[in-house]
């Protein structure tokens, strides 16, 4: 299984560039996928095809990268963005990361 | 509004049978794949099985195949996961997601709230 390696947590200021991270074990291509999960709540798709903006996402959000670096940043961030944030791929089978916890100081 | 709210999770001895069911509303559910993904406790995601539109692709995760059975009633815009053999590792909050239709990759472009099944004796 490929499997996409997420640092566990991060911790940015209001207003701030924040980027996150997920490094997969072998090339997948542009099919990457980001989801943002609140605390209590079910995952919800951001980013999909490693830079494409789901719609009704604010446009603080943007993907980017290929075969095995990617990237999610979000600028500037708000209070609002405490989550875990997710990555998945789906060129190799599926699988997701392990998240990264995002905390809004 | 895309809704999709799952039921039918609970209890269960190791061993027994459980089957989860989904409802979906504010969308054509017959035009969509659909998937099952769950969320063991304090732990990360995992896909577990896919149904397309019309019932003609299944496919599933090596952990639950030939335990696990997804099926649909489009008639009832519902989606059903049969879950068999269940064992103490499959406890887990277990989501119903829509498949997304972008290109050519597989991503879950929405989600209902889940429902959680804990085996245990």
């Given at each position: 299984d490929t499997v996409l390696t997420q640092s566990p947590a991060l911790a940015v200021s209001p207003g701030e560039r924040v980027t996150i991270s997920c490094r997969a074990?072998?090339?997948?291509?542009?099919g990457m996928h980001w989801y943002q999960q609140k605390p209590g709540q079910q995952p919800k798709l951001l980013?999909?095809?490693?830079?494409n903006l789901e719609s009704g996402?604010?446009?603080?959000f943007s993907g980017s990268g290929s075969g095995t670096d990617f990237t999610l940043t979000i600028?500037?961030?708000?209070?609002?963005?405490t989550a875990t944030y997710f990555c998945q791929q789906s060129w190799n089978d599926l699988t997701f990361g392990s998240g990264t916890k995002l905390e809004i100081k | 509004e895309v809704q999709l709210v799952e039921s039918g999770g609970g209890l269960v001895q190791p061993g027994r049978s459980l089957k989860l069911s989904c409802v979906a509303s504010g969308?054509?559910?017959?035009n969509y794949g659909m998937n099952w993904i769950r969320q063991a406790p304090g732990k990360g995601l995992e896909w577990v099985a896919y149904i397309s539109s019309g019932s003609s692709y299944i496919y599933y995760a090596e952990t639950v195949k030939g335990r696990f059975t997804i099926s649909r009633d489009n008639a009832k815009n519902t989606l059903y996961l049969q879950m068999t053999s269940?064992?103490?590792?499959?406890?887990a909050l277990y989501y119903c997601a829509r498949h997304g239709t972008e290109g050519p990759y597989w991503y879950f472009d929405f989600w209902g709230p889940g429902t959680m099944v804990t085996v245990s004796s």
């Open positions: 074990s072998e090339s997948v291509s542009t980013i999909y095809g490693a830079s996402v604010p446009a603080r600028d500037p961030v708000e209070a609002d963005d | 969308f054509t559910f017959s269940l064992r103490s590792e499959d406890t």
